[in-house]
C-alpha cells in the first residue's frame, strides 16, 4: 500500500528552538496536511496544502508541498512547551474513493 | 452534543470475545474512518465509508467488521478478538472533498 515516510520517529528540542519535518512519498499525491495530536487526544489538522510549491503558514507553524508532489515539510519556529505531541504528515487520495492515509507521526519533545 | 464521538472510552475484553466500538458523528459528514494507533506504526486505516451503506476496506481490514446503514453511524465489530488487536481506536469523519477529518478522542481496548 501506499507510505509515508517521516524520521526520525522522536525529536527533542529545546525550547525556543525551531525545528523543521520532513515527509515523502514514492508515489505523487494532490494534498498533503498535517495533523498533531496531543496526549489522550485525536489529531487535530495544522495545515493543508493543496498545490505543489504552496507555502502556507498558520502562526508559527509554515509548510510546504514539495514541486515533484511527493513530499512536503513542517517547520516551527520558537519552540514552546504545548508544541510536544506527535506531528502526522498524511495524503489524501481524491476522487470516488477518498480516503486518509498518515505517515508514522513524529514525537516531538520540547525541553524548557 | 454536536461532534464525534466514541463510545466505550476504555474497554477490556477477553479473546475471542465479540467486540464493538461505536462511533456517532452529528455534522452529518459522508465520509467516515476507523483507524488503529499502535507504537511504531501511526495511524493505519481499518475501513473507511463514503456514505451510508458504503464501505471499503483500508490497510488492515483483517478481523474486523463495519456497517453503515445510517450517516452518522459507523461502528466497528471485532468478531472474535485477539490480543494482536489490543490498540487505541480512533474514528474520524469528513465531508466530501473536503480535507480536515475531524476524530474521536479513541477507544483505548484492550484484549486478554
Known amino acids: 500500500g501506499q507510505q509515508l515516510n517521516q524520521s526520525p520517529q522522536s525529536m527533542f528540542i529545546q525550547e525556543g528552538e525551531d525545528v523543521s519535518m520532513n515527509c515523502t512519498s514514492s508515489?505523487?499525491?494532490?494534498?498533503w496536511l498535517w495533523y498533531k495530536q496531543d496526549p489522550g487526544e485525536g489529531p487535530v489538522l495544522l495545515i493543508a496544502?493543496?498545490?505543489?510549491?504552496e507555502l502556507t503558514s498558520n502562526g508559527r507553524l509554515t509548510a510546504q508541498f514539495g514541486i515533484t508532489r511527493k513530499d512536503s515539510f513542517l517547520n516551527i519556529s520558537a519552540s514552546i512547551p504545548s508544541d510536544v505531541g506527535i506531528y502526522f504528515c498524511?495524503?489524501?487520495?481524491?476522487?470516488?474513493?477518498?480516503?486518509?492515509?498518515f505517515g508514522k507521526g513524529i514525537t516531538l519533545s520540547v525541553r524548557p | 452534543d454536536a461532534g464525534i464521538t466514541q463510545s466505550p472510552r476504555y474497554k477490556i475484553t477477553e479473546t475471542g470475545r465479540q467486540v464493538t466500538l461505536m462511533c456517532h458523528q452529528t455534522?452529518?459528514?459522508?465520509?467516515m474512518f476507523w483507524y488503529r494507533q499502535d507504537l511504531g506504526h501511526g495511524l493505519r486505516l481499518i475501513y473507511y465509508?463514503?456514505?451510508?451503506?458504503?464501505?471499503d476496506k483500508g490497510e488492515v481490514p483483517d478481523g474486523y467488521v463495519v456497517s453503515r446503514s445510517k450517516t452518522e453511524n459507523f461502528p466497528l465489530t471485532l468478531e472474535s478478538a485477539t490480543r494482536s488487536q489490543t490498540s487505541v481506536y480512533f474514528c474520524?469523519?469528513?465531508?466530501?472533498?473536503?480535507?480536515?477529518?475531524?476524530f474521536g478522542q479513541g477507544t483505548r481496548l484492550t484484549v486478554v
Open positions: 474520524a469523519s469528513t465531508l466530501f472533498g473536503n480535507t480536515e477529518a475531524f
Open positions: 508515489s505523487i499525491f494532490n494534498t
Open positions: 496544502l493543496y498545490k505543489a510549491g
Open positions: 498524511a495524503v489524501l487520495n481524491t476522487g470516488a474513493n477518498s480516503k486518509l492515509t
Open positions: 455534522w452529518s459528514h459522508s465520509y
Open positions: 465509508s463514503a456514505a451510508a451503506d458504503i464501505t
